[in-house]
């Protein structure tokens, strides 16, 4: 079974700045690509940013200029870092991985949760 392990998330009043990251499996497993998700109470799940594995991101428009995604050189492990954080950045973020060892799939991280206080 496929476990991406989360870390970074936390407490943290607007204005300041929190880093997730997120590792997926190093062997027998091809990343397509790699990115984070959020969902807050009462909304659907959106897209944060993602990363493809030719190294081309997005961003929701919400975060653009904000926030940055990127992976290490190992290319398992992403990165989000988030600055300026808005109370409207509160959420649980998902690591999400699309790939697989014989074919392509997405995996999910169970979450974590960032608050941002007014």
């Known amino acids: 079974q496929v476990q991406l392990v989360e870390s970074g998330g936390g407490f943290v009043q607007a204005g300041g700045s929190l880093r997730l990251s997120c590792t997926a499996p190093?062997?027998?497993?091809?990343?397509?690509?790699m990115a984070w998700y959020r969902q807050s109470p009462g909304k659907h799940r959106e897209l944060v940013a993602q990363v493809t594995s030719g190294g081309t991101s997005n961003y929701g428009d919400s975060v653009k200029g904000r926030f940055t995604i990127s992976r290490d050189d190992a290319g398992n492990t992403v990165f989000l870092q988030m600055n300026s954080l808005k109370s409207e950045d509160s959420a649980i973020y998902y690591c999400?991985?699309?790939?697989?060892?014989?074919?392509?799939?997405?995996?999910w991280g169970q979450g974590t949760q960032v608050t941002v206080s007014s």
């Open positions: 190093r062997t027998n497993f091809r990343i397509d690509a």
């Open positions: 999400n991985v699309r790939g697989g060892r014989f074919y392509s799939r997405d995996y």
